[in-house]
């Protein structure tokens, strides 16, 4: 069994049920990484005194919606919107060789300015399966985060006009509260 199938069920039987927009007490896990375009990204200060959208794929079947999610965020909150958005699939587990021909071909598949974007982590699996409340590995996993790196709203799977809609209100409110005003 591996190591998601195994997350997974821990999850499902410690009575984590999951719900779209529920209030998750989390915290990501620290990571680092490089954005597909060479800059560091360590998380969660790059989000440090902006609202931070991450969306997370596990798998290659998560490519779809991950993008999908990516496109909206970057129709509506170009940089410095004080949203700062990043698609993070996570590579852990595919050996080092392999990781660097799936990034090549990730660069291949964006442009320039998605690349910006794209942050391919390659440490903290677990913490990133637990995070997520991890399901399935075609599903998009999207977390609103403070710059403080708390969980405030998530939810999963491809982005629909509602979903999308009640992620653009938390952010709202996020950065009305934070004195930046909504976007």
Known sequence: MSLRAVLALAIATAGWPYKSGAQVPATIPASHGTTLTGVEVVLPGAVKGKVGVLVVGFTKDSKVPVQAWG??????YPDGSGVAYYELPVLASAPALVRVTIEEQMKLSLSAAERAHFVPLAENEVGWLAVTHYVQGDDAY?????????VRWQTRGAVT???YAELK???GEMQAAMGAGAH
Do not use: Q
């Open 71 to 76: 496109k909206r965020l970057a129709a509506d």
């Open 161 to 163: 006009d509602a979903n």
């Open 142 to 150: 999207v977390l609103l985060i403070g710059g403080d790196g708390i």
């Open 169 to 171: 209100g938390k952010i």
